[in-house]
């Protein structure tokens, strides 16, 4: 079993930065590919960054292109560097973890096996 546990959600003004971490734990070995979703209020839970195992470049939803990058210094430490963040931008963010490298649908939820708690992020002025 994996553990996922993120940090770093706050309350910032639009414009502003934040960065979350995610830290694995368990068995760690089982995982590949990893991502940040998000989950707004009334909203579905939708993809925003993947990486793969890897030189394969990360994938970012088009609405954070250019904002946000997704980064793990270690096997099991994931980062997600948010800037230029916007009202919509604000949502409960969540870690996830595949147990495989090769995903053909990358930003669905389905080909994830583990999921963290979450942290909030607010953007507000």
């Known amino acids: 079993q994996v553990q996922l546990v993120e940090s770093g959600g706050g309350s910032v003004q639009p414009g502003g930065s934040l960065r979350l971490s995610c830290a694995a734990s368990g068995y760690t070995d089982n995982m590949h590919s990893m991502a940040w979703f998000r989950q707004a209020p009334g909203k579905g839970r939708e993809g925003v960054a993947v990486i793969y195992p890897g030189a394969e470049p990360a994938d970012y939803v088009d609405s954070v292109k250019g904002r946000f990058t997704i980064s793990r210094d270690t096997k099991t430490t994931l980062y997600l560097q948010m800037n230029d963040l916007k009202p919509e931008d604000t949502a409960m963010y969540y870690c996830?973890?595949?147990?495989?490298?090769?995903?053909?649908?990358?930003?669905?939820?389905?080909?994830?096996?583990?999921w963290g708690q979450g942290t909030q992020v607010t953007v507000s002025s």
């Open positions: 996830a973890a595949a147990t495989t490298g090769r995903l053909s649908a990358p930003f669905e939820q389905y080909e994830y096996n583990y």
